[in-house]
DNA sequence: GCCAACGTTGGC
DNA sequence: GCCAACGTTGGC
């Protein structure tokens, strides 16, 4: 059992939609990293993921998911019409592959400072210097502490 | 808007 | 297969 991040830019999808979302439940479509893509195919159905948003005021954690689809063909590559097009995906060899994501629970917002400022995430992907990656592994220590800050109340800054 | 870091592309 | 140029990400 494998934890996860996965980030999203609210603008674009943000926890409130997969609030909203039929089955709260959502597509991860428009990965286009191979890396990024190649977790998505290890993950398995019931792994949870953080749910994070990017490049927007407020960066940090927002919530809890977990995998209810196995990895399958992002339908966005064979739309002209979509932002995520590939010309060179077919349906016969598609390119890129997401999961289904389901809301477990929406969290309040666990900041980047704040998960900078936590002596238990000093190692974590996402907050190494340089990191771009939309999805990325948790380690389950990681898992734990970061679940145990959304449980608190927000640091009076 | 800036800029550092990184992935991808394409010429050779 | 190398590597420079370019595009993208994402925090600030």
Known sequence: MRYWLM???????SIDDLVRAKGRTT??????????RNYMRDMKVGERA????????????????????????????????????DAKATRDAP?????DVRLVEKTRLVS????????ALADMVILRRGNRLSITPVSGDEWKAIVRLAARMPPSA
Not at 27 to 36: D, E, I, K, L, S
Not at 52 to 68: D, L, M, R, T
Not at 112 to 118: F, Y
């Open 95 to 99: 390119r890129w592959d997401h999961v």
């Open 50 to 85: 953080f749910f994070y948003h990017s490049s927007c005021p407020e960066p940090g954690i927002a919530g809890i998911v977990e995998v209810s689809r196995f990895a399958y063909p992002d339908a966005t590559q064979f739309d002209p019409k979509s932002d995520y097009y």
């Open 27 to 36: 597509p991860w479509f428009g990965v286009r990293n191979y890396q990024a």
């Open 7 to 13: 980030k999203s830019e609210p603008d674009e999808f």
């Open 112 to 119: 980047l400072p704040e998960l900078r400022g936590e002596p």
